[in-house]
Every structure is written in structure tokens, then in C-alpha cells.
């Protein structure tokens, strides 16, 4: 096993993109990006771009950047429709993951910690 990041949000995210928990079993397909580094990224894509990769695995942390600058981990990703305030169920709100505290922060991109079991 090996714990990847998976970067979600953006349109594809808001478009359609549905709620991602800690402890979730997730199946991504994704894209797969070199930084300036030379680091692999993946990126969750479910429209466009056939995936390069699927990871498959279990979310074990989530993290958003605030309006600060920093980077705070959050119990779950809203779906898309929810952060757009069109899900009459969910608020949409981002929440601290042990504290249930709410966090302002820009919700476009968040980083999906997954403890993958198989990245095919």
C-alpha cells in the first residue's frame, strides 16, 4: 500500500463531482501531472480526459487551503452542487475534521490523502 494525494475540485468538481469523506473507500480516476519538480500529481478527472490511472483506496485525510494561506484538514469535500449552494441537503460548508469547527478558506481545489490499495 502507499498513500498518494489526489487533488479534487476545480469545474470538473463543481460541475458533478460528488461528496468525499475520511474513511470513504474512493475509486479515482486520474490524471497524471509532473510539477516543476519533477513530482508526480494525480488529479481527479471524470469528464474530458480518459484517466491515465485509477487509485483505489481508502481517504484518510483531506485538506483545503484557507484564506490565509494555510492548510487546514477538513472532515469532508462537499459535492459539487453543495459548494455551489444548489443542494438543498448540504450547506456546503467545510468543516475542521476533529472539531467540527467551520473553516473559510477558497474551495476549489482540496488535496484527498488516500491510502491506496491499488494504483492500476
Known sequence: ???????????EHECCGEAVEVNQIVDFGCLVRRRA??????????????????????????????????????ARVPSGSALRGFDSQDDGHLEEQHTGQLVDAKPDVFDVRVL???IA
Open 116 to 118: 491506496a490499495n491499488e
Open 1 to 11: 500500500m502507499a498513500e498518494v494525494v489526489v487533488q479534487v475540485g476545480g469545474w
Open 37 to 74: 519538480s519533477g513530482e508526480e500529481q494525480y488529479v481527479e478527472t471524470h469528464h474530458d480526459d480518459e484517466p491515465d490511472v485509477r487509485i483505489r483506496g481508502r481517504v484518510v485525510d483531506i485538506s483545503v487551503v484557507d484564506i490565509h494561506g494555510a492548510r487546514r484538514s477538513i
